[in-house]
């Protein structure tokens, strides 16, 4: 499972391995213009030692020496620049490049996190996603209602008129979602769509800058059970994010220890006040509690909105 303190790593290794590109490409033009034009170089030396004087004039307070230093680089600068044009380059062939010339390729700028660094973690954050998510690509308008029956059985269920519901309840959660939103418990057997709306919803509020984690059960209490995985890390950004994703709860080989990592998920975030969204087949309290006990499934659905998927296996009817 990838966490987020990786997100925001990899971001900065993006930013660094720009720092470095365009570095490399300034240097492959000055190559090019120093071959053809050597007195560039030249003037390219003359420039920095002015600069190097110009600091330590700055420095011994020498203002007036300053300026005048100042003003022989600036005109220095202009005869290399017209240099530059007279033999075809641009004018701004040789300064320094930046991707961000906000930030200048630094992440941060003013002492803020610079735009341009938030994007790459948000999309750091959609990989991550994307890598962990079975359904990473699904979208509300892929959800198609035509797969549930529009009839209604003895109970006046109407399948294809629930999951109306369920959708766009889906939809505004995802639209009006915060870190205070209420947690939604999805409910129903296999194959009827709560892994695709769940993911849909993800995929909303990670467009939204939000930091999702999704995990299946299954494959979650395995990492935990297992040693190769930081526990307390990976433990450490289910209860930090700003929605935590655990589908399929019921499919997973539960332990003591799986139970009691569940309690504290469920608990904590509870506490918090942060959302989650869980799915399980297992489609009654009794099922749930012979499960997990009570205490876990009394504050579940306590914190939860609970959703009752209805209707046929919908992947066996698209087949
Ligand atoms: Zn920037």
């Not at 109970?155 to 109407?158: A, D, E, L, T």
């Given at each position: 499972m990838a966490t987020n303190t990786q997100t925001v790593s990899n971001a900065n290794d993006t930013l660094a391995r720009r720092r470095q590109a365009n570095t490399t490409l300034l240097m492959h033009r000055q190559q090019e213009v120093y071959a053809k034009l050597p007195q560039i170089e030249d003037m390219g030396y003359e420039i920095t030692a002015l600069g190097a004087d110009f600091t330590l004039a700055r420095l011994a307070k020498n203002e007036e020496r300053a300026a005048q230093l100042k003003q022989q680089m600036s005109a220095l600068e202009q005869q290399r620049k017209a240099l530059l044009v007279e033999n075809g380059f641009a004018a701004d062939y040789l300064d320094p490049i930046y991707t961000c010339p906000v930030c200048r390729d630094k992440g941060f700028a003013d002492g803020k996190i610079c735009s341009c660094l938030k994007q790459e973690i948000v999309k750091q954050r959609q990989n991550m996603l994307t890598s962990l998510s079975p359904a990473p690509q699904t979208t509300f308008e892929q959800f198609s209602l035509e797969y549930y029956p529009d009839t209604t059985d003895e109970?006046?269920?109407?399948p294809r008129r629930q999951m109306q519901q369920i959708l766009t309840y889906c939809k505004k959660y995802a639209e009006g979602f915060s870190r205070s939103r209420r947690s939604i418990l999805m409910l129903g057997t296999s194959g009827l769509g709560k892994t695709h709306l769940s993911c849909a919803i993800a995929g909303e509020c990670v467009k939204k800058g939000f930091v999702v984690m999704y995990a299946s059960s299954q494959s979650m209490f395995e990492q935990f059970e297992s040693n190769r995985y930081d526990t307390q890390n990976i433990l450490n950004d289910i209860l930090g994010c700003d929605l935590f994703i655990l589908d399929d709860l019921g499919t997973e080989y539960m332990t003591a220890h799986g139970l009691s990592i569940l309690y504290n998920i469920i608990n904590t975030r509870m506490l918090n006040g942060t959302p989650c969204i869980f799915s399980t087949n297992l489609t009654s309290q009794k099922a749930l509690t012979a499960k997990y006990g009570e205490k876990i499934v009394s504050r579940l659905l306590g914190s939860c909105d609970t959703l009752y998927f209805v209707g046929e296996d919908i992947r066996f009817k698209k087949r």
């Open positions: 109970h006046g269920i109407n």
